[in-house]
């Protein structure tokens, strides 16, 4: 094993957090942080408050290899309700109910499905951190401004339908950094002709690091242990390098 702590550097390595519903990326990473020793600290990939799930965190040094954690896949689950669009295409924004002409049949929500998988446009949520100006999206749609973003392309490795009961679809997918969960569920509900807006998003993989591994941030020790924390080559070595 590597080493991840010495007396003059503090904790070195990476440490995979479950990040709990309605907690931000920040505020994970800022009691992460705290329990660390107020050692230097970075996510591989932020997750919406509404999101829930594997936070990849990197601490001391380790944060100078954050960048080839981000370009790992990552596996999702979500449940979207295809009655409504949202204003932030998820249960924080104002619903906007649809009365599809024709209730999808499965055949049809399976063939729509196909169209989001493999190399394609997206346009990412007006609600995101996305920069627009200078100032992040969700600033400028928040102070009533409207905001849409240009498409740009996005990869989905894996689509698959797990379940479907009107008006609510549950998928799984794997796709490349620079999705958004969100805007699928949008574009689905655009296809078919219904609304479309995400219930719950739970992201079950950044890589190789899985939920398995995962720890509640409020749940860790204080002071965080150094055996609670994965060295930096071993963490670089489960992604091939």
């Known amino acids: 094993m590597s080493q991840t702590n010495n007396s003059q550097t503090g904790i070195n390595g990476f ?3 479950d990040k709990p519903l309605k907690m931000s990326s920040m505020k994970a990473i800022a009691i992460l942080r705290r329990k660390a020793g107020r050692a ?27 960048s080839k954690m981000m370009d790992t896949t990552k596996r999702y689950r979500t449940l979207v309700d295809l009655g409504a669009f949202t204003s932030t295409d998820d249960l924080e ?9 024709e209730v999808p049949s499965l055949e049809i929500l399976e063939n729509a499905l196909t169209q989001f998988t493999g190399s394609f446009l997206q346009r990412p949520p007006a609600f995101s951190a996305m920069k627009v100006n200078g100032r992040r999206a969700y ?18 490795h894996e689509m698959t339908l797990l379940r479907y009961e009107w008006p609510m679809v549950e998928l799984e997918m794997l796709v490349d950094k620079g999705f ?5 569920a949008r574009e689905l509900g655009v296809s078919l002709g ?8 739970r992201r079950t993989a950044v890589g190789p690091f899985t939920l398995e591994t995962a720890c509640d941030p409020e749940s860790l020790p204080d002071p965080l242990p150094t055996e609670f924390v994965l060295g930096i080559d071993d963490a670089l070595a489960l992604l091939g390098d």
């Open 139 to 156: 600033q400028l749609a928040r102070s009533g401004d409207e905001v849409i973003l240009k498409p740009r392309p996005v990869m989905v």
């Open 194 to 201: 219904t609304g479309g807006h995400c219930t719950s998003i």
């Open 180 to 184: 958004y969960v969100r805007s699928l």
């Open 15 to 17: 440490i995979v957090l």
């Open 40 to 66: 230097k600290t970075g996510h591989a990939g932020t997750l919406d408050p509404l999101a829930t799930g594997v936070l990849v965190c990197a601490l001391g040094k380790a944060t100078k290899s954050i």
């Open 93 to 101: 924004g104002e619903k906007e109910r649809i009365t599809p002409k």
